[in-house]
């Protein structure tokens, strides 16, 4: 049976390790919304298809739902500190793994815009705009989630 503080240390360091992913994984997705915001600015921007710019404006905002639960951890951390409890692991480690969904479909939707873009004039233009997007979020998905899951399912 493990004691009372072994059990508080190891929670403890658990959270440690949470908020250090966070702070790993933070930086780029706020560089990649930075970069999201800085584009509308760019006079292309305006030739762009209503389409594109709606696909824009979604993946910018599934960019902030990304930072705000990669930043929960860290807030309720500190709004909890001293009292950090097995529910508090699991519910900070589902933000930070689930920060990755809105994450991927972000990159997915910007990556049709990008393609979009640079592909004018081209007659498959569409196609190729959405076999990007398709093709990213088959990437992030199977890198994110796919294949650490079955590498969880086989170690049990």
């Known amino acids: 049976m493990q004691s009372e503080s072994t059990k508080t240390e190891r929670i403890d360091s658990e959270m440690r390790n949470i908020i250090e992913e966070a702070r790993v994984i933070l930086p780029g997705v706020q560089a990649l919304f930075g ?4 584009a509308v600015f760019n006079d292309r921007f305006e ?12 993946a910018l905002v599934m960019v902030i739902v990304a930072v705000a639960m990669v930043m929960t951890p860290a807030i309720y951390y500190r709004t909890c500190r001293g009292h950090v409890t097995e529910n508090m692991l699991r519910f900070t480690s589902r933000m930070i793994r689930g920060a990755l969904c809105p994450l991927a479909l972000g990159l997915a939707l910007d990556m049709f815009t990008v393609i979009y873009l640079a592909t004018e004039g081209m007659p498959a233009r569409m196609p190729v705009s959405i076999g990007a997007s398709v093709g990213t979020l088959t990437l992030l998905a199977t890198l994110w989630f796919l294949i650490p899951h079955r590498a969880h399912r086989q170690s049990r």
């Open 35 to 38: 970069f999201q915001t800085i």
């Open 47 to 58: 030739d762009l298809a209503a389409h594109a710019k709606a696909c824009h404006i979604l």
